[in-house]
């Protein structure tokens, strides 16, 4: 069971990116899934979750609007397409799968299989 993100890189305020996660050994439809950002000196925070029955997704307050979190099943892909990046976005970017957890609107709590991470730097 492996997750491997990529995608992360330097953009200036404003820009955009898309990380990727690909999953082996296992498919996303069956889990809950997610992504989690770790800053400098802090733990890791939840910024978007989905649930396995499809019908629950949590997005962190500061990120409504601007990120969206989607899965290509066909391709056992799960992604984080991040627009309008500010300052505080950066850090290093972990997707996640779980069996169990706690998710709704305005909460995700999600621990399994992590990956290792792919980093976000803005700056101007």
């Known amino acids: 069971l492996q997750l491997v993100e990529s995608g992360g890189g330097l953009v200036q305020p404003g820009g955009s990116l898309r990380l990727s996660c690909a999953a082996s050994g296992f498919t996303f439809d069956d889990y809950h899934i997610g992504w989690f950002r770790q800053a400098p000196g802090m733990g890791r925070v939840a910024v978007s979750c989905a649930a396995k029955d499809n019908f629950t997704s949590y997005y962190e307050a500061s990120v409504r609007g601007r990120f969206i979190l989607s899965m290509d099943s066909a391709k056992n892909m799960l992604y984080l397409e991040m627009n309008s990046l500010r300052l505080e976005d950066a850090g290093v970017y972990y997707c996640?799968?779980?069996?169990?957890?706690?998710?709704?609107?305005?909460?995700?709590?999600?621990?399994?299989?992590w990956g290792q991470g792919t980093a976000v730097n803005v700056s101007p």
């Open positions: 996640v799968e779980s069996s169990a957890g706690i998710l709704a609107r305005n909460m995700c709590i999600l621990d399994g299989i």
